[in-house]
Nanobody, 126 residues
């Protein structure tokens, strides 16, 4: 059974940094795409960043390019999201997602992902 467990969320001031993690278990990550989505209060879940586990190609939403960085520890089956220069609008619940066989043009669509973590709250506020 696949499990995705996020950790590392919290309260941070505007301009600050935070790193969140997602530990995967229960299935090989070969040929997968693993990424992050976030959901702000009253808004739809939105794509943030994704990494193809084979090869490590990464893709980002325009709103976070240059500020956020996705990375992995293959030995630990763990995905990270380093968030810098955080803004109030980055506040939300951050979800880890895992999918297989997703084509490039569909990586940003939440419906393409098979497995989801429980989410971790990130609040950017002074």
């Amino acid at each position: 059974q696949v499990q995705l467990v996020e950790s590392g969320g919290g309260l941070v001031q505007p301009g600050g940094s935070l790193r969140i993690s997602c530990a995967a278990s229960g299935r090989t990550l070969r040929n997968s795409a693993m990424g992050w989505f976030r959901q702000a209060p009253g808004k739809d879940r939105e794509f943030i960043a994704v990494m193809r586990w084979n090869g490590g190609n990464t893709y980002y939403a325009d709103s976070v390019k240059g500020r956020f960085s996705i990375s992995r520890d293959s030995a630990e089956n763990t995905l990270y999201l380093q968030m810098n220069s955080l803004k109030a609008e980055d506040t939300g619940i951050y979800y880890c997602a895992l999918g297989f066989g997703i084509i490039l043009s569909s990586l940003s669509f939440s419906g393409q992902y098979d497995y989801w973590g429980q989410g971790t709250q990130v609040t950017v506020s002074s």
